[in-house]
């Protein structure tokens, strides 16, 4: 079980604001915003020619989803963990 999959199941707004820093409302309203910024930000990359096409095929990762992407960035800002501990969170 990953951290994101904990988190999810955290039913208490002070424990989920320990973890991220925000309250779930926050998050939930804040993961559209952060999906339009994330698919800008892959499209400049291609039209920079940075990438040369945009990722679709192989595995998906662990960061697979933008709720999963926008929790790893708040609790790496909000705990500061080593790459190691990350390593083993995720």
């Given at each position: 079980m990953t951290v994101f999959d904990?988190?999810?199941?955290l039913k208490r707004d002070r424990t989920i604001k320990a973890t991220?820093?925000?309250s779930r409302e926050k998050f939930d309203a804040l993961v559209p915003a952060f999906?339009?910024?994330y698919d800008q930000m892959l499209q400049e990359k291609?039209?920079?020619k940075k990438i040369k096409c945009l990722p679709k095929g192989g595995p998906s990762g662990v960061l697979d989803t933008h709720e999963k992407r926008?929790?790893?960035?708040l609790y790496y800002l909000k705990t500061d963990p080593t790459f190691d501990?990350?390593?083993f969170s995720f």
């Amino acid at each position: 079980m990953t951290v994101f999959d904990q988190f999810t199941e955290l039913k208490r707004d002070r424990t989920i604001k320990a973890t991220i820093g925000m309250s779930r409302e926050k998050f939930d309203a804040l993961v559209p915003a952060f999906a339009d910024a994330y698919d800008q930000m892959l499209q400049e990359k291609l039209r920079n020619k940075k990438i040369k096409c945009l990722p679709k095929g192989g595995p998906s990762g662990v960061l697979d989803t933008h709720e999963k992407r926008l929790f790893f960035v708040l609790y790496y800002l909000k705990t500061d963990p080593t790459f190691d501990v990350l390593w083993f969170s995720f």
